[in-house]
């Protein structure tokens, strides 16, 4: 279970590391450049998402919850929503003027399927430590950027492709969690 707080606190760091302290950041990108600034912070994303994979497979099951039945039937249509999401924040659609933060929502709205459909210790930690950071994430984002200035609604076939594509990764993501387990839609 260390491992996985572990993880979680510094995927949670490594993102917030340019908004709580721009100053250290701004000398890493000075004295890396730019590019080089985001390789080291790309290479500590992955490692907490190492981190955060390998403590949740293998933490104990403890039980905290019971999710209800019906939690693995919404939690399939949340999932959709939340690829979705996940896929309108690159998006150059009509769509994307519609949600500031869309893949941070996109984390929100993936994590409480998740809690759904799964009450253990690891899963709350996880699942909720993640929508946490997103949930937090956007004020703070909001509060040093101001006020949204909307992009600018691109033509129609863009979020039609948007929603090819979020299709597609939606079935390969299913068909993943079926290979990997647990199986999704309660098989």
């Known amino acids: 279970m260390n491992l996985l707080i572990a993880g979680l606190a510094l995927w949670t760091i490594g993102h917030f590391f340019k908004r709580l302290v721009p100053g250290l950041r701004a000398g890493m990108d000075s004295s890396l450049g730019v590019m080089g600034g985001k390789a080291v912070m790309g290479v500590v994303l992955l490692a907490a998402t190492v981190m955060m994979v390998k403590g949740f497979r293998a933490a104990p099951v403890e039980i905290v919850f019971d999710p209800p039945f019906w939690g693995r039937h919404l939690n399939s249509l949340l999932m959709i929503i939340a690829v ?104």
């Open 84 to 187: 979705a999401l996940l896929g309108l924040g690159k998006s150059k659609g009509r769509a994307r003027t519609w949600v500031r933060h869309p893949m941070l929502w996109g984390v929100v709205v993936w994590a409480i399927a998740h809690l759904l459909v799964n009450g253990d210790l690891a899963s709350v930690i996880l699942f909720g430590g993640l929508g946490a950071w997103a949930l937090v994430a956007m004020p703070l984002i909001n509060m040093q950027e101001g006020a949204w200035n909307k992009p600018e609604a691109g033509p129609l076939s863009r979020d039609i492709r948007w929603l090819v594509i979020s299709a597609v990764v939606f079935i390969v993501i299913v068909a993943v969690h079926t290979w990997i387990g647990p199986a999704p839609f309660g098989g």
